[in-house]
């Protein structure tokens, strides 16, 4: 059993954001560069199984140029066996389930991350199981693999749903499939060193969509606090100046 | 959120790895240590789980190569790793560098190839803790006139003596304690729990580095076997070279408390109003958050600095005394001023800050005061010895 986990190289959570390019671009000056959480998640998830010997390899594949390269290292470190880099700006969920399509053949189970924390685009997962034309399962929760069996979980409206399938299939995972993201330890970081990470060339292919234009959120209204006895001047701040009631 | 400052952009001056192990580590702080340190450090207590935690993250003896259990990394790293630490609590950090620069380290450094395959991969599992004995009830700045002894007996040597303030030593499975022969050359003895006569009762009432387990090591006619005397070292040598791995990491580490104290003076003083303006916008107050980032930024690169110098091996301990010193100085200079920026709530255990300040008063001490690196460098650069 093989398991590909896609990789998405993102801003840090806490990173200011800013854009350039009257607004149609991400200022990735200074930013620090983190795993997708989801992604971290899912790659927690699939080392666990290794090293309970129902995986025998553990690859993590990323579409992105050379700066996504010390992300990947940072997965080899947390315990993937290789890693793979589709060398190529990531420009569309399409694109880059495209670039992926090319890898992932050979796998019995690919792990995506259910969104990417950038852009939540939530569309790489789904894309790539219809052109390797395989099965996806959306927001998987829990997976476990007895004898070669797959049972995986899913959260559903207001319970759970355990589920058998067969592979290869494309698993979007959400929070729940691993209880927390897998700290490297040193000797993990220095024998990811080591390890292979292979570039490939990117394939032709076209993006279906286009960034027009980045708006920031209006900034935060300050909060203005009423006394607790004050009842009716908060009604009236409701009434006069934020015209809710 | 901890958004440790970096206005030299001396992030470029770390490796990609480097990044790696110190996104590790402070996540690792973030889990195990920041949500219960107040705690510990209240109650007087010593976490005792972070020892085997630290082992599993290899943040013990991580410069020690990979055939002892170490992970065979580089001096910078070993300093990020103590920054990181030292953001959590100096008690933590000091629990680090003991097991890694005073106790691996002499094992590694002075042992013969036995004691490291006997001790070093479960020091480095934290399977096993260390605790390093050098200062005396009477002898702290002055560790040549020891009076702790041992003589050869023959099968064995007869160890007397007692070592006082001795960090993990409540907690400790071993230590390396240096004695005197009976011709007056210090030695570096191992001893083990269990040992008879060696004891090692602990040191209450502290107010600083509440966190961390601090004793005696009292021998009382201690018969240790000969296999337990480090071999290749002999005289004060032996100690100040641990001494000089032991102050490296804490010229780095105190950084991590200066950035946390930092850290949560700016942000405080952002959403903190009094006279109807954030208190951040008075002169005084950025007068101190300005100094503050002056002096992280100096002690980043007098670290960093170290760092290449010592992974060439070319780090005199007089450059070593000199980052110590100052980088525990200012450390503390910034403890007390961002306390003050945050008033009356500077002083609770909501705040880290508190807790820092009084752990650099141990951290100024310990490792040779503040006085003595002074001493050491005005021996250094005037060639005449101020100690006696
Ligand atoms: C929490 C804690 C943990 C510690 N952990 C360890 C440990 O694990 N192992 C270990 O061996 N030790 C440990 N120490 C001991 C520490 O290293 C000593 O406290 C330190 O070396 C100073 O010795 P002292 O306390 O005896 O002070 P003293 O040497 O008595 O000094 C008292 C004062 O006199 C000054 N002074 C001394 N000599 C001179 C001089 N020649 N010229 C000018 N001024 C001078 C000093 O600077 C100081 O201000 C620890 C201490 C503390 C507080």
């Known amino acids: 059993m093989k398991i590909l986990v896609l990789i998405s190289n993102v801003p840090d959570t806490t990173t200011k954001i800013r ?17 997708n959480p989801w992604d971290e998640l899912a790659l927690t998830r699939a080392v666990e199984l290794k090293e309970a010997g129902a995986v025998e390899k553990v690859v993590v594949a990323n579409v992105g140029e050379k700066i996504t390269e010390p992300t990947l290292r940072k997965a080899l470190a947390v315990g993937a066996d290789e890693a793979i ?14 670039q992926l399509a090319q890898v992932a053949k050979d796998f019995d189970i690919i792990l995506a991350g259910i969104e990417a924390s950038d852009y939540n685009g939530s569309a790489v997962g789904g894309m790539l199981a219809e052109i390797l034309d395989i099965a996806s399962v959306s927001a998987v929760s829990g997976l476990n693999i007895e004898n070669g069996e797959l049972s995986v979980n899913r959260d559903i409206d207001g319970g759970s749903q355990v589920l058998s399938i067969n592979t290869p299939v494309v698993l979007i995972v959400q929070k729940g499939i691993a209880k927390e993201p897998r700290i490297p330890a040193m000797r993990g970081i220095m024998m990811a060193r080591k390890k292979p990470l292979n570039v490939v060339p990117a394939v032709d292919a076209e993006p279906r969509t286009k960034f027009v234009k980045f708006e920031l959120p209006p900034p935060k209204a300050a909060c203005k606090m009423v006394d607790e006895d004050n009842a009716k001047e908060l009604i009236r701040l409701l009434h006069e100046e934020a015209k809710v009631i | 959120m901890y958004n ?24 690792w702080v973030n889990r195990r240590i920041i949500p219960v340190i107040d705690d510990y450090a209240q109650r007087h207590e010593f976490p005792e789980y972070i020892i085997k935690e630290m082992g599993e993250l290899g943040a013990l003896g991580p410069y020690i190569p990979e055939k002892y259990g170490g992970a065979g990394m580089d001096q910078i790293a070993y300093g990020v790793i103590m920054t990181e630490l030292e953001r959590g609590d100096s008690a933590i950090r000091s629990a680090a560098s003991v097991q890694s620069s005073l106790v691996m380290y002499p094992i590694y450094a002075f042992g013969d190839e036995k004691q490291r395959m006997k001790y070093l991969p479960k020091l480095a599992t934290g399977e096993m803790v260390g605790a390093f004995g050098l200062t005396e009830p009477n002898h702290g700045s002055d560790p040549g006139s020891m009076t702790t002894r041992f003589e050869d007996k023959g099968d064995y040597y007869l160890l007397n003596g007692a070592k006082m303030w001795i960090t993990n030593a409540p907690i400790c499975d071993i ?70 791995s032991a102050r490296y990491g804490i010229a780095w580490g105190v950084i991590g408390a200066a950035m946390d104290c930092y850290d949560t003076a700016l942000r405080y003083s952002l959403e903190r109003k009094q006279f109807g303006k954030p208190v951040a916008s008075f002169q005084l107050q950025q007068k101190k958050l300005a100094e503050m ?21 070319r780090a005199t301990p007089a450059q070593i005394s000199m980052a110590k010193r100052n980088n525990v100085e200012h ?41 003595i690196h002074l001493l050491i460098t005005g021996h250094d650069i005037t060639g005449i010895p101020a100690f006696e």
């Open chain 1, 19 to 35: 854009f350039t390019g009257d607004n149609t671009a991400f200022d990735t000056s200074g930013v620090q560069w983190i795993i």
């Open chain 2, 293 to 313: 980032l002056t002096e992280i930024t100096k002690m980043q690169l007098m670290a960093w600095r170290l760092g290449t110098l010592r992974n060439e091996d």
């Open chain 2, 4 to 27: 440790p400052p970096d206005y030299y952009q001396i992030d470029e001056l770390l490796t990609d790895e480097h990044k790696i192990i110190r996104e590790s580590v402070r996540e």
């Open chain 2, 331 to 371: 450390t503390l200079k910034i403890a007390r001023e961002s306390r003050q920026i945050l008033g009356a709530m500077g002083i609770t255990g909501d705040f880290p800050i508190m807790r820092h300040m009084m752990n650099l008063e141990s951290v100024i001490t310990y490792e040779g005061t503040h006085d």
């Open chain 2, 175 to 244: 230590a390396v304690v240096w004695a005197k022969d009976e011709s007056g050359k210090v030695r570096g003895l191992i001893l083990e729990r269990g040992m008879e006569g060696f004891t090692t009762p602990e040191t209450y009432k502290k107010w600083s580095l509440r966190a961390s387990a601090t004793g005696e090591l009292v021998f009382d006619n201690v018969k240790v076997p000969k296999e337990n005397m480090l071999p290749n070292i002999k005289g004060l040598k032996g100690p100040l070279m641990c001494l000089n």
């Open chain 1, 85 to 98: 880099r589709v060398d190529t700006e990531p420009k569309d969920s399409y694109f880059v389930a495209k």
